[in-house]
């Protein structure tokens, strides 16, 4: 019988838990029993990679049942890929019958889609692997479905970076922005200025190349952002300086060096990342002061007639779009610029919505701008209290719009229109804001051809918490984009991504297997320090469980779970859990030590927390009093010939506990070797290695 998922009630809960939510899914019964050596083809040469890809992902998320293997002739394989002209680019049917399944897709992103959703589907039960009988036919409703990594406030590793695209892929997120610059620092190393990269804050050109490659395979298209004019480094204004220069974190909006130098390093960048068709370059939140003294910006409006200062950002707009078409790629700007200027802002200019505050999204349409909505309610993941409850996020859909004071108002989504309903701009508000000039959201109607789609945006997010802060929030807002009408209720969604993320886990944990000898060493770590060991998996085992308890952990058998509660949403979880004042083991991780190295554990937390090394408690705060996971514990653990076993447990009375994140830290100041990422059987392990 076909099933139709975009009514919720008729979700087939007997068939493959998909996230998103297909458009139409045929569930025939019965499961397909892969075989352990599966066989994979293509029918058409450019699948190749995909082939390859599928491969590998499957041997991951059948955790060591499945060995597929590439084959080259389609009649002789189980799982075979192929293209249908007839389909649109995204489109694509998945077909699972007894002993084979067909991927087709309008393009090589189709079929990746369809891989995604046979990862997805992918039963793992003791020695058998196996896949529900099916037949899938979906295609996405909205064809701009992104997420943005901050990677100019904390540095991240290839590694890191790499989990995130496969991240993307699971979900069928099409675009990943890197923001590259940031007065905080500059990320991306440039050969023309070598001195404008901050100096243990980027990675080398080679790893840049690198995560692209490894995008590619995906059929993830990453769009490079330069944040300009404002939200400019030291370096950045010495390269493009106003005369006088100035303080504020603007770079010169008019002179013809600033252009010279920006075309520069959009060569550069685009050079590495040739495949994007946009490039972002940020455009928010300027300090016009900085300009107040500039010489040339007095100049400049002088001789136009002009009196606003903002006329030389708009005239910054118009010139950097003259750049980006040049390049034959289209401009993305976060909104900025207001609806009324005397410099026209060119109309394809694609403008992207984060606070409907400066431009309301329909003047932008009036205007014959397209538009990308990733309003901070409820797109937004930031450490703290800033981040949107996961609900919410399923509560939206992309033509939602809100500020960054949504996330605050429980209700707010709850009034909005229902998607199919809203066919004219609807603003509607949750309650009055004192010094608010616009609703607190609006929803404009579902089938405007101008609204593109969504992007969820992780902010100033330290790389070890970025995948976990993003796995269950993006795959949220991934299915408001896909298919908003379907998945609903939040239990369904919640149903189907706990299944989900235990295949998920397997393609991360492979992620960081195939890069196991790589430290993550963004340059100079000070006098103190080694270096960071960033990523936790690597040299921690984690389970992830939560348990209550009563005593110190030794001995205590923890239950497994499909995937730690990830700070942002911990105290929602806790809070369910608890009957009263309890305390719950939020991570159990084993960490293998040798000589020299001297690990340390270090422990950021927001709400009481109680830490057992080797079943004895080293560590106490019931008080809590840590805003935002900012101050951290360090936790010395000795090297040893087996695991030093570490619990970490948070209060749940009354929601109290917000989060932690956990980082181990290499400190080798008396040996002065270097850190390295090692496996070892049964865990992994860390290890140190002497200089070359």
């Known amino acids: 019988m076909v099933q139709n998922a975009n009514h919720p009630e008729s979700f087939p809960r007997g068939a493959a838990a998909l996230i998103p ?14 075989p352990a050596a599966v066989s994979i083809a293509v029918r058409d040469p450019a699948l190749a990679d995909l082939a390859a890809l599928l491969a590998g992902h499957l041997r991951a998320a059948g955790l060591g049942g499945l060995d597929p293997a590439v084959v080259a002739d389609p009649a002789q394989a189980g799982i075979v890929l192929a293209l249908d002209p007839a389909l649109a680019e995204e489109a694509h049917v998945l077909a699972v019958v007894e002993g084979g399944a067909t991927l087709t897709g309008g393009s090589a992103a189709g079929v990746a889609w369809a891989a995604a959703s046979l990862v997805q589907a992918l039963v793992v039960e003791h020695a058998e692997r196996r896949l529900p009988l099916m037949r899938v036919a979906d295609a996405p409703q909205f064809g701009y479905r992104g997420l943005m990594v901050d990677v100019a406030r904390h540095p991240h590793s290839l590694v890191t970076l790499k989990k995130v695209v496969v991240l993307c892929w699971f979900y069928k997120v099409r675009f990943l922005q890197l923001h590259l610059a940031d007065v905080e620092a500059f990320a991306f190393p440039s ?28 059929q993830v298209v990453i769009v490079p952002e330069l944040d300009v004019p404002g939200h400019a480094n030291q370096a950045l204004r010495r390269l493009c300086p106003t005369d006088p220069p100035t303080g504020a ?9 600033t252009f010279a130098v920006l075309a520069t390093l959009l060569d550069e960048i685009l050079a590495v990342f040739p495949r994007t068709p946009f490039v972002h370059i940020g455009a928010d939140e ?19 007639g002009l009196t606003s200062i903002e006329e030389a950002y708009r005239h910054f707009i118009a010139r950097m779009h003259g750049l980006v078409t040049a390049r034959g790629r289209r401009m993305i700007v976060w909104e900025g610029f207001a609806a009324e200027g005397v410099i ?3 109309f394809d200019v694609i403008v992207q919505f984060f606070d409907v505050e400066y431009l309301q999204p329909e003047q932008a349409i009036a205007r014959g701008h397209q538009v990308i909505n990733s309003s901070w309610g409820p797109l937004y993941v ?5 981040t949107c409850p996961l609900p919410l996020v399923h509560q939206w859909y992309p033509g939602i719009f809100g500020g960054n004071a949504l996330s605050c108002v429980p209700d707010a989504l709850a009034q909005a229109p229902a998607f199919a309903a809203c066919d004219r701009l609807d603003p509607f508000f949750a309650r009055p804001l004192a010094g608010r000039r616009h609703p607190f959201a609006k929803a404009l ?27 269950r929030h993006l795959a949220a807002m991934s299915e408001r984009c896909w298919n908003p009408q379907a998945g609903r209720p939040f239990t369904d969604f919640l149903l189907r991504l706990e299944s989900t993320d235990w295949r998920l886990a397997g393609l991360l944990r492979a992620v960081v297997l195939a890069d196991r000898n790589r430290i993550p060493d963004f340059g100079p770590c000070g006098p103190e320090y080694g270096p960071f060991i960033n990523d936790l998996e690597a040299g921690i085992r984690d389970d992830g469980p939560v348990a209550r308890i009563a005593a110190p952990p030794a001995g205590l058998a923890l239950p497994r779970r499909a995937f730690a509660g990830d700070f942002c949403d911990l105290h929602r979880e806790l809070q369910e859990r608890a009957a009263g004042t309890a305390w719950f083991v939020h991570r159990f991780t084993a960490v293998h030590a040798a000589e020299p190295t001297v690990p340390t554990a270090l422990l950021g937390y927001d709400g009481p927390v109680r830490v057992w090394l080797n079943g004895v408690e080293v560590f106490t705060d019931r008080s809590g009093a840590n805003p935002a996971l900012r101050d951290m514990a360090a936790i010395p653990l000795a090297p040893r010939s087996g695991a030093n076993e570490l619990a970490i447990a948070l209060d ?15 400190d080798m100041r008396a040996s002065g070797t270097r850190g390295q990422i090692a496996s070892s059987p049964g865990s992994p392990s860390v290890k140190a290695q002497q200089p070359a």
Not at 249 to 257: K, T
Not at 382 to 386: I, K, L, R, S, T
Not at 454 to 463: N, V
Request: neutral net charge; proline residues 11%; aromatic residues 8%.
């Open 21 to 34: 939510p297909p458009r139409q899914l045929s569930a025939c019964g019965g499961h397909w029993r892969l």
């Open 191 to 218: 050969t023309a200025f070598p001195d404008l990269a901050t100096p243990g804050r980027h990675l080398p050109l080679e790893d840049w190349r690198e995560l692209e490659a490894f995008a590619a395979r995906h």
């Open 249 to 257: 974190p603007v770079v010169n909006p008019v002179s013809e060096r």
């Open 286 to 304: 300027v300090a016009y002061d900085g300009w107040a003294r500039c010489r040339d910006c007095a100049a400049f409006l002088r001789e136009r």
């Open 344 to 346: 026209p802002i060119p």
């Open 382 to 386: 930031v450490p703290g209290n800033a």
């Open 445 to 471: 109607p579902a089938a405007d051809p101008a609204l593109l789609g969504a992007m969820m945006c992780s902010w100033e997010m330290l790389e070890g918490d970025q995948v976990p802060a993003l796995r």
């Open 652 to 666: 749940a009375d009354g929601g109290k506990a917000w989060g932690i994140y956990l980082r181990l830290r290499s």
